[in-house]
């Protein structure tokens, strides 16, 4: 629509003049005009809001630019990296095939190869066919190696369990973004304990403990909450999500749910690569 209405206007301008002119106008209004898209699509992404909630119980807003930027912690060369899944775990990934995933009704639309699963931005976010309740998960993820984008816009995907509690998975190698939205962030909640991320690139290890929410006659009476180990670095110990979690708002537990779900990876639109998922269901003392 944009270059419609520069089109009719320059046609206008250089009515009196020759086509050669016209031509070469035309053009030069395009070039300027197609920098200019570039320049809007490379549009740094924001930082952070001011204008959100004050989150229940903290000082801050949801994604709040000035909340402090967790300490940067390097982690040793290894922890769960590569780890062989213990004999009563469900493997989700092996590196071979997305079997044990789909996108809503559809196959999974990411791409697998070298024994890792890619997101294919735009084909959407892939879910476990299985669902889970209380679980010990272990996955691990890369980041682009090539850097492009900024804050959020740069290597972002999610771990949102049971499509609803997201643990945040991001490049956050010297990428400022808002602490409650860096990698291994309770989203929008509470940022992590620690920076412990690794180069773009980088093979990195989540080690995620959740427990689901309870309800008991229509009534909330647990809250879910989560463990999150990063490249072997403690994240979270057993912090309660307020509710479901939400962009730039705060989620609740008025909509009672099943105890059970599936996980989910985003697709944030940025080629992240995941490989060796498994997950154990957590039992009870005493049975
Ligand atoms: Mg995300």
Known sequence: ??????????????????PDIFMKKALLILATLSVGVSFAQAADAPIGYTDTPIIPGQKWHVHDPDRPIPKIVTP??????????PSDA?????GHDLSKWKNGNKPAGWKVENGYME?????GSIQTREQFGDFQLHLEFATPHKVEGNSQGRGN??????????VQVLDSWNNRTYADGQAGAMYGHRPPLANASMVP???QSYDIIFEAPRWKDGKNIKKANVT????????????????????RGVGNYDQEHAPKGPIQLQDHSNPMRFRN?????????DE
């Open 277 to 285: 998922i498994w997950i154990r269901s957590l039992g009870n003392y």
């Open 90 to 94: 469900v493997i989700l990934f092996d």
């Open 228 to 247: 999150v180990i990063h490249n072997g670095v403690v994240l979270h110990h057993k912090q309660e999500y307020p509710g479901p979690t939400r962009h």
């Open 157 to 166: 995907s999610g771990v949102i369990i049971y499509g609803k509690y997201e």
């Open 1 to 18: 629509m944009l270059t419609c209405l520069c089109w009719v206007e320059l046609r206008k301008r250089t009515a009196l003049n020759s």
């Open 76 to 85: 040793g060369t290894t922890f769960s990296h590569s780890a062989p899944a």
């Open 119 to 123: 997101v294919v931005p735009g084909s």
């Open 201 to 203: 690139g980088a093979w």
